[in-house]
């Protein structure tokens, strides 16, 4: 516990905490200048900036939406669609890169498929996933897992085959079977390319979560349709303010999703950032 | 007891399909002997890295025989510890989990190993370095961790392949007065493989010139320096006659392999115009 404070505390102080706060307030404020400002004071409105509604009525309309239930049911929604289909994607993806990098008829049989699957957007798979899946629900889930999936499983299979072949001598020499292979050397040789993998795919998820609460309409009302159609729908309200409330919270959530991610991989690949 | 020690037996190896075949090492025999230190050395791309491979197991030869100690290599083994050109230290692991890898491996008693270990990190200096990953750690450091990874495994023989390739000038020396120290404290069967010819008259009891592919013995020269060595002893005329002796038949060798070759040509005719 005090580790952590000092920790906290640690950032606090440094310089590079505060550099990255005054370069957020910095660009808010150019933006509030350019957007509201340079209009009244010189009477042209600016190309594409001109039309963004300036920060300070974002945070009004931010403040409008935010005490009520369905904004933050539209980040519940998401984040449990994206999670849903990033562990499940982590959970068949990692098992099968491995197993197509370490053995050879595995590779032979499945690859060939996978790789003319692959390079099929997710978002192609939408109208073909609602005919397949029996709620509305079930085929954003699925079209998210894949967009996930195919990123992990490249990454894992690229990692797993890139070891470097010293070790896995290293290892023989000393003794170790095909089991002390696989565990010790192959799987966390290949855990900063699981972590790649996993970022990566958590970007695409977001994505693909996202566009499929556009074009699925949420089910009909606005609290189950998630942050996408949160946006949809106040872009369809005439909102633009609200639309970019929409917009920074899925910028939130996605560097929220990030830092998680890079937390757990720091903390399981102790070797990788000593420096 | 000409079966002592190590025995390569009429060796031949080669890559390639049979129609365009590049013999390696063709009809090559060697007797390592016990409690000697071998030195090979022999013109970049001889084929030494290849003769390593086969006799640590990690590749079969196409003919011949190789054994140690009158039993037949067939795979990898303990009883063969090969310290690689770059650092073939396990990334992931610590120092002390390196060195104590292989015997807990193959089921030893974790507290007799790693008290074995600690007594082995404090021969090779790095006793304050046993909880620090290989990326800590010096290139000399990770040379003498390397050292005592392989002496815990009690081989029969140690195979070093071009083990202080890649050091500075400095750490080089250093690490060859440590690491002939090292084998005349223990005797331990030796094949020290280098392009050095310094290093190799420095370490040796027999010095193996080796020819230009497909790679042969082209002469054994032994050493008679007393020892304990010392750098020194590398200025007196015995040395240097040594010296002079190698690199003149190791230059020959290197020779070959300009020759038919247009650029070659002309770099020989060059080459005999200046001296």
Redesign the interface.
């Given at each position: 516990m005090k580790k952590k404070q000092s920790k906290i505390e640690k950032a606090l102080k440094s310089l590079t905490f505060w550099r990255g706060v005054i370069a957020l307030l910095g660009f808010v404020f150019i933006w509030e200048i350019l957007s509201k400002y340079v209009p009244i004071w010189t009477g042209t409105v600016l190309p594409w900036i001109g039309h963004v509604p300036p920060p300070t009525e974002v945070i009004e309309a931010w403040r409008e939406v935010f005490f009520l239930p369905g904004y933050w049911e539209s980040w519940y929604m998401s984040s449990g669609r994206v999670f849903a289909g990033f562990i499940a994607a982590q959970i068949l993806g990692i098992p099968f890169g491995l197993a197509l990098a370490v053995n050879k008829y595995f590779r032979d049989i499945f690859f060939p498929p996978f790789e003319i699957l692959r390079p099929i957007p997710p978002l192609a798979w939408v109208p073909a996933s609602i005919i397949f899946w029996p709620t509305t629900e079930m085929s954003i889930a699925f079209v998210t897992f894949l967009g996930a999936f195919f990123t992990i499983v490249i990454n894992v299979l690229g990692g797993a085959r890139s070891i470097d072949v010293r070790y896995l001598r290293a290892a023989q020499s000393m003794g170790a079977t095909q089991w002390d292979l696989f565990y010790k050397i192959i799987l966390p040789g290949t855990l900063p390319s699981i972590f790649t993998g996993a970022a990566v795919g958590m970007g695409i998820t977001w994505e693909v979560v996202l566009a499929g609460e556009m074009i699925s309409g949420g089910g009909g009302q606005q609290a189950s349709g998630g942050l996408g159609f949160f946006i949809w729908s106040s872009y369809m309200g005439g909102t633009v303010a609200t639309v970019i409330v929409g917009m920074i919270s899925i910028g939130i959530a996605g560097y929220l999703s990030s830092t998680l991610i890079r937390f757990i991989g720091n903390r399981s690949m102790p070797w990788r950032n000593l420096f | 007891m000409s079966q002592e020690g190590l025995l390569l037996n009429n060796i031949s190896k080669g890559f390639g399909e049979v129609w365009d075949r590049e013999e390696i090492i063709s009809d090559f025999s060697l007797n390592v002997k016990q409690s000697e230190l071998t030195v090979l050395v022999g013109p970049s791309g001889c084929g030494k890295s290849t003769l390593v491979n086969l006799i640590?197991?990690?590749d079969k030869p196409d003919d011949g025989e190789i054994s140690i100690n009158g039993k037949k290599i067939t795979e990898?083994?303990?009883d063969?510890?090969?310290v690689?050109q770059?650092t073939?230290l396990?990334?992931?692991?610590t120092t002390m989990d390196n060195v104590t890898?292989?015997p807990i491996?193959?089921g030893k008693d974790k507290n007799k190993v790693t008290e074995e270990a600690n007594r082995l990190l404090e021969k090779v200096g790095l006793k304050e370095f046993k909880d620090k990953?290989?990326?800590?750690l010096s290139g000399g450091m990770q040379r003498r961790a390397e050292l005592a990874?392989a002496m815990i495994?009690e081989p029969e023989i140690m195979i070093m392949d071009e083990p202080f390739r890649g050091l500075d000038a400095m750490s080089r020396e250093l690490m060859q007065e440590f690491f002939v120290k090292l084998f005349e404290d223990n005797r331990k069967t030796n094949l020290f493989v280098t392009s050095e010819i310094e290093e190799a008259v420095f370490l040796a009891d027999r010095v193996v010139v080796l020819s230009n592919r497909p790679t042969n013995v082209r002469k054994i020269i032994d050493i008679t320096l007393p020892r304990p060595r010392n750098f020194n002893m590398l200025s007196s005329s015995e040395a240097y006659e040594y010296k002079r002796e190698a690199m003149e038949l190791l230059h020959e060798e290197a020779m070959k392999s300009f020759k038919g070759s247009e650029v070659g040509d002309d770099f020989m005719k060059a080459y005999i115009k200046n001296t």
């Open positions: - | 640590a197991g990690f990898p083994g303990n063969r510890m090969v690689f770059e073939a396990i990334p992931w692991q890898f292989g491996l193959r990953f290989p990326i800590q990874r495994n």
